[in-house]
């Protein structure tokens, strides 16, 4: 009854779909229900929103902002996509600190699922909130924040919509500001396990594609903030690139953000993708690893070794770096970390490509994205969260009934 994600891989199977209009009827939704999972832009490519009961959707609650200007916040509605909120946040002076690939998400989704950009400096999406609002399981309107609630704010964050329905969040702002994209290709892969630290550094975001197949780095996407743009001669023996590129190749570039230098507003750089164009390539398949950064020239070495096992089925990989946090289920707890992502082809070796892999990086103990595909087992995946178990605790007392929970909040979280 609610179809299926947004790559097609995967099926739902709910018996119920409710679209609120009102947080009202939401909360009447919640109460109605015995199980519920919301459903958001579906941009998830496992079972992480799947439920056998009701799906909730807030696609009807999008748009809405509020800004605090003392407080340097804006509060937006449950269902508001980060393509909705940007370019209104923009035009009212205000900024993110950082995007995603895709504009395309919803926030609450990415919120839930540590979803991020690229920075050194930069944390997660979800460090930038500072209070959600959330249906309890009876119904209730309840509200945590970061000022007032603490460690459990910091627990609440990343919730894997185990806690409840976020009908409102409100996230930190500043200043709006402007953004170049410069591209540069073929960079030696010997230039990036030596220098590492230095050029994911050398911009406000960079992204490294690569398809693990030569000794290069195929594209290295570098966005400077233009107040701080440093021009560059050369970079590690790279070349620059002197037409748009889309990092699938073979893709059509005009979905890509623009690029050669151009200034534009952070909305229009930051993302790999415009709001007004199909992501990626659509009928894909995405899995992503996060390890620590200072781990990062051996996870390069050992994708390198292997990568070419990943020939049939991948179409690109992306580095990218994280700042550390302090949010129980976000993979960059209290470490910096480098993700390593993978958009392969809806082919039916990737699940086993996948679990060769995760054998070759397991000395390296690394954590998946809670909205990839991956095969790690439960038992590892909860061994590399620090506070799962109060997570675990903080569940219990919000929803003891576990009417927020699915098979994969009970295989993962609870080892059900």
């Known amino acids: 009854m609610a179809g299926t994600n947004w790559a097609g891989n995967l099926a739902y199977h709910a018996t119920a779909l409710v679209a609120p209009a009102t947080v009202a009827e939401?909360?009447?939704?919640?109460?109605?229900?015995?199980?519920?999972?919301?459903?958001?832009?579906?941009?998830?490519?496992?079972?992480?929103?799947?439920?056998?009961?009701?799906?909730?959707s807030l696609e009807k609650r999008r748009g809405a902002l509020s800004i605090d200007a003392a407080q340097r916040t804006v509060t937006v509605e449950g269902g508001t996509r980060y393509g909705d909120l940007a370019p209104a946040l923009h035009a009212a002076g205000y900024a993110l600190h950082n995007l995603a690939s895709l504009p395309h998400i919803s926030i609450a989704g990415a919120i839930a699922t540590a979803t991020h950009?690229?920075?050194?400096?930069?944390?997660?999406?979800?460090?930038?909130?500072?209070?959600?609002e959330f249906i309890g399981a009876e119904?209730?309107?309840?509200?945590?924040?970061?000022?007032?609630?603490?460690?459990?704010?910091?627990?609440?964050v990343v919730n894997l919509g185990a806690l409840g329905v976020m009908t409102k969040l409100t996230l930190a702002v500043e200043p709006s500001f402007t953004v170049r994209q410069d591209l540069w290709l073929d960079l030696p892969l010997a230039e990036l396990t030596a220098n590492f630290d230095a050029i994911v550094a050398a911009g406000y975001s960079v992204s490294l594609f690569t398809d693990w197949r030569s000794d290069a780095i195929n594209q290295v996407w570098i966005k400077s903030r233009a107040d701080a743009f440093m021009p560059r001669a050369d970079f590690f023996g790279a070349t620059r690139a002197t037409a748009k590129m889309h990092p699938l190749p073979g893709h059509d570039a005009t979905a890509a953000t623009e690029q050669l230098g151009v200034p534009g507003a952070w909305h229009d750089r930051l993302p790999h993708f415009r709001m007004d164009f199909t992501p990626s390539s659509g009928a894909e398949l995405q899995a992503e690893y996060f390890v620590a950064r200072e781990r990062a020239a051996d996870a390069i070495a050992i994708l390198r070794r292997w990568g070419r096992a990943l020939g049939p089925y991948l179409m690109v990989s992306e580095i990218r770096t994280i700042a550390a946090d302090d949010l129980w289920l976000s993979p960059a707890y209290q470490r910096d970390v480098v993700a390593f992502h993978f958009t392969f082809?809806?082919?039916?070796?990737?699940?086993?490509?996948?679990?060769?892999?995760?054998?070759?990086?397991?000395?390296?103990?690394?954590?998946?994205?809670?909205?990839?595909?991956?095969?790690?087992?439960?038992?590892?995946v909860r061994a590399g969260y620090a506070r799962m178990d109060d997570f675990r605790g903080l569940a219990a007392k919000l929803d003891p009934g576990g009417k927020f929970r699915n098979a994969f909040v009970d295989k993962y979280i609870l080892g059900k």
């Open 26 to 56: 939401a909360q009447a939704a919640v109460r109605a229900a015995t199980k519920l999972r919301v459903v958001g832009s579906r941009h998830c490519f496992n079972d992480i929103a799947d439920t056998d009961a009701t799906h909730l």
């Open 139 to 156: 119904g209730e309107l309840s509200t945590l924040s970061r000022d007032k609630d603490g460690d459990t704010f910091a627990g609440a």
């Open 117 to 132: 950009g690229s920075g050194v400096t930069l944390g997660n999406l979800a460090t930038a909130v500072r209070a959600i």
């Open 345 to 380: 082809r809806q082919e039916y070796g990737v699940r086993r490509a996948l679990h060769e892999m995760e054998a070759q990086l397991a000395p390296l103990d690394p954590l998946p994205h809670w909205g990839k595909l991956f095969s790690l087992s439960p038992e590892k």
